[in-house]
């Protein structure tokens, strides 16, 4: 079974930054793309930043530019580094990974940030 474990979460204040990191189980190459979504309060989940497996990143328009997302394969963890961040990031931040068939889910770590 496949876990993936989130942690690097906190309360930051804007402006400031955070890394969170994603621990797997098994070696991330395996999945097709790892993925950092987000959910706040009374919203849906938002997808928010990928890496597919040939290293090509995407990004929601509305983080690019402050976040990164990356990984180590030999760690079998991927990031997410977060800069300048704004009252509106807070959230619970998950990180995802896909194969062809399925779609795993970590168990989330809180991100709030004061203005």
């Known amino acids: 079974q496949v876990q993936l474990v989130e942690s690097g979460g906190g309360l930051v204040q804007a402006g400031g930054s955070l890394r969170l990191s994603c621990a797997a189980s098994?070696?991330?190459?395996?999945?097709?793309?790892m993925n950092w979504y987000r959910q706040a309060p009374g919203n849906q989940r938002e997808w928010i930043a990928s890496i597919f497996s040939g290293g090509a990143t995407h990004y929601l328009d509305s983080v690019k530019g402050r976040f990164t997302i990356s990984r180590d394969n030999a760690k079998q963890t991927v990031y997410l580094q977060m800069n300048n961040l704004k009252p509106e990031d807070t959230a619970v931040y998950y990180c995802?990974?896909?194969?062809?068939?399925?779609?795993?889910w970590g168990q989330g770590t809180q991100v709030t940030v004061s203005s």
């Open positions: 995802s990974g896909e194969t062809g068939f399925m779609h795993y």
């Open positions: 098994r070696s991330i190459l395996s999945f097709n793309q």
